[in-house]
């Protein structure tokens, strides 16, 4: 079984600038990922491949053992830049060093840390169970759009996002569930790069639930919650 690991860091980021590398906790940022990413390839004698655009990510993630020569092209390096062309040009660029394809591709989201090698093995162990071509890491969701989550109709009026037309969701407890992406991880079948897809959501995915707290940084505000978190020992599992 072959195994890619892919890190995809751009050096542009306008809520918080220079977050895939900004300190937390005594760390940049993207060494937490780094980090797990080689605990696994370690133990699946997997590559690990970094996609920046970025020489400061770049020695970061060589300060962690970690080099490439690939550089991100111009057009995959910017805010209109999807995120699934951006690893399946990564994809091919270490296929053609390596003169094979992988089985399975791993995505670590630099912004979303809070994961565990457990979590990336138990999640490999499913979808090479199933028949889906893709996994992605979420959380039970704190609201539920069968009764407490609205939007706006085309009249003006607002109205719960999923409709609850006989009236027997009376409680939260009593909707189906639903879960919230935490843009920590993703797993992909090699095959699915071949299928000319945007997105890891499709009508062969599965999710992985995460067991304890996770949630990405898009704020400021999230690397203070996060670096207390972690300098105060406040989570309930080991990185």
Known sequence: MKILITIC??????????????PIAGKPLIEYSLTVAKRLAERYDAKIA????????RD??????????????????????GKIDTIKDLVLYEESLEGHNYDYVLDLDVTSPLRTLDDLEEALKMIMASTAKTL????P???????????????GFYSLVKKNPDGSIMTRQSAPKVYELNASFYWYKREFFDMNLKSPITDESIVYVMPHICFDL???IDFSFMEYL?????????L
């Open 9 to 22: 860091a751009r050096g542009g980021s306008k809520g918080i600038p220079g977050k895939n590398i900004k």
């Open 50 to 57: 970094v996609s920046t655009d970025d020489s400061a990510i």
């Open 60 to 81: 970061a993630a060589a300060l962690c053992g970690i080099t490439t020569d690939y550089i991100r092209p111009d057009f995959l390096a910017t805010d209109a830049a």
């Open 136 to 139: 992605f890491s979420v959380n």
């Open 141 to 155: 969701a704190a609201r539920n759009p069968y009764f407490n989550m609205v939007e706006e109709n085309a009249n």
């Open 218 to 220: 898009d704020h400021p």
């Open 230 to 238: 972690l300098l105060n020992d406040k989570l309930d599992f080991k």
